[in-house]
Every structure is written in C-alpha cells, then in structure tokens.
C-alpha cells in the first residue's frame, strides 16, 4: 500500500499564542524577541510583520530599520509548550506513527487509519478543526505521499489552508518553476552554491543536472539533493529521531573581545548545553566553539575531538581551553556559543593512572550529586564547579 502522510505546521506560532492574550494587536506588524534587547534574533513575526521582509532568525536591529513600528513580544515558552501538549493529545486520536519535528510542526503516518474518518481528506480537514477549537490557533496541513512531498503540501495554501501532493508527478508539476530555496534543505548558501556549479535557477532546471555531477562536486548531500528534488523519500515517520547535537549560543548588547571575556561568557552555555546532553543520559566526542564577529556578522567554528567523550561542564570548558588557543579572539564578537556532538549513551571507561584514579571517582562523585540536585530542586539551587570560577 503507498503511504498517505500528512504534515501539520501551525500558522506563525509564538506570535499567534500571544495575539490570543493580547487581541489588541491583532493585525500589526509584531515579532516574538526581547522587547528591550538591542541584540538578539525575531523568533516568530506576523504576516503583517513578514509583508516588510521580516522573518525568523533575523536580527532585531535589522527588523526595526526594515519596520519602524514593528512591536515586539517577549517569548513565553511555558505557554507554547502547554500549547504543545495539547497538539500532541490532538495528533495521538487520530494515528500512533507521528513525529514531532517542533513545537508547532509534526509529521503523521495515517496509512492505515484515515479510513475510520471516510477520507484522508477529511482526517486533514478534521485534525484543523480540533487544532482551532482547542488552541485557538489555526494551521495549515499537507497530504502526501512521503514526508518531503507532505511538508511542501502544507505551503501551498498557507494560512489555514490544505494542500495536496499525493504522486510524485504532482511533486515534478509543482516544483518545476519553484526556487531552489523552496525545497527544505537547501539554505541561501547552497542554493548560491549551485548556481554557481551548474547555472540554475528552479527546481525544475537542477532535475536536468545527472547523479554524478551532484555527487562529484557536493559527495554526500549532493546524493541526498538528486533525489529530494525528485521527490523521492523513504524516511519513516515516528519518534526515532536521533539527536546527536546540543548547542547553547548567546547574543551580547554589547561586544566583548579577548580571550579571558570569552572564556567567562562561555561558562554558561557549557552548563546549559551540558544539562541539555545529561538528560539523555549521553556523553560528545566533539566540542565545538562558535563566534560570530560584529563585523559582517562573520561565524567561526572551532571543534577538537577527544578520545574519551566528555559530558561534565568541568571537562567541556578545559577542552574549549584548548580550542580557544587556534581561534582569533581579539576581535570584536557579538556571539558565542558551545556544540556538543559526536555523542554516545553513557560513558565510555577508559584507564586511568594510579594518580588520576582517586581524583576521577572524586570529581564524578561531585558532578553525580550536584546534578541530582539541580534536577530536583531546580538548575538554580547550587553553582557547579564550572559556573563558580566564573563568577
């Protein structure tokens, strides 16, 4: 039987959670970021705030010049977490095969359900409606006959709209004229990337490019573009994601520069990315250090790769020790940040000499508990070893 897969993705979430406790700024440019922030990012905007150009991931004092009376929201996460729980009691009725990519966006498998409800068609148009009368917020929802051909159903007709893509030539037709940049995972980068390479423009015109070609000038992701943009995709859907990253990164409001001031920033965004990691119960083989320069908002990554993986904040910062040593930080920077990858379950032995073996179990012994006590009594109750020194 060929799959149906239906992909659901909320209608410029964060911003429409708080146009349902604030009404009065209902149809004005708004973006969910840091009212008093002079730095940082818009995380959501309005489809009024979107006809300026505005859109995720930009720059705050970016946003601005581009809409002077852009209002911005401060981000309540608790509330679109609860808002979360309610869409994941939602998709649970309607098939036990669904995955939830975001907040606000899941895929579901409703192969062998959508006849309880006599179409999938209507399954689709049932699920907006419960999304509606339960949160408040609407959204729209692709049908398709894998994940890629469903998420690009569900932009057909944004907002509040249903789209369909339910054979691979509806995929061919309908992305024949589109944008590189249409398809999901080709970013502004690689789309400019292969323009260069090959001289094309749509989707349509990079189908003419052979298998080889792509191979040869992009290895890897250039396999997985041949066929992306054919259409062709044989991911499952369900809760089987695998995570093997963990990143912290913070904006400042006002530069910092040197060694020592990096080293000091960093301190937090290694408990954070640590904490995230612990709680799975994983330990990185890979540090990395982000920066991101004021000047052209230029980004560096640094990594280093241990032969034991490292999951106390203790042991990231002494590896960031190290790979602060190769990068330039005599620059201005507006950004830093720590990525912990290459993970593994657990913790992997390895030998210690006789004078390591009493301050290993040590340390462990003190990282064991404070960990314990952050995770019951909340992150703020006890400063680890890493977050005293600095302070």
Known sequence: ?????????????????????????????????????????????????????????????????????????????????????????????????YEFVALDEAYLDITHTYE??????????????????????????????????AKLASEKNKPNGFGKLTTQEDFIEYTADKKLTKMNGIGDRMAEKLYKLFYKETLGQLREVSLDELKFYLGKPGVSI???????????????????????????????????????KIVKRIEEASWQMKKDKKSAYTVSLIIRYSEGFHRITRNKTVKNPVKEPLEIYKVIEKIAEEADLDQLIRQVGVRLSNTTKGSKLHQLSFGEEKSFTRKKEVFRLTHELKKNFGRRVILDPLEARSR
């Open 226 to 264: 041949y066929y992306m943009i054919r259409g062709i995709d044989s991911r499952i859907v369900g809760d089987f994601y695998k995570r093997d990253g963990y990143a912290s990164r913070q904006t400042f409001q006002r530069d910092i520069f040197g060694r020592e001031e990096v080293l000091k």
């Open 116 to 149: 309880f409800y006599g179409t999938s068609d209507q399954l689709a148009v049932n699920i907006q409606k419960d999304m509606y009368r339960k949160t408040g917020c609407t959204c729209s929802v692709g049908l398709g006959y894998n994940k890629i051909s």
């Open 1 to 97: 039987m060929d799959r149906i897969i239906l992909h659901i993705d909320f209608d410029m979430f964060f911003a429409a959670v708080e146009l349902l406790d604030n009404p009065m700024l209902k149809n004005k440019a708004i973006a969910v970021a840091p009212p008093n922030a002079k730095r940082g990012i818009i995380t959501t905007a309005s489809y009024e705030a979107r006809k300026f150009g505005i859109g995720s991931g930009m720059a705050i004092d970016i946003a601005k010049r581009k809409c002077p009376n852009l209002t911005l929201v401060s981000p309540r996460m608790w509330k679109y977490e609860k808002i979360n729980g309610i869409f994941r009691e939602i998709v649970a009725q309607y098939t036990d095969l």
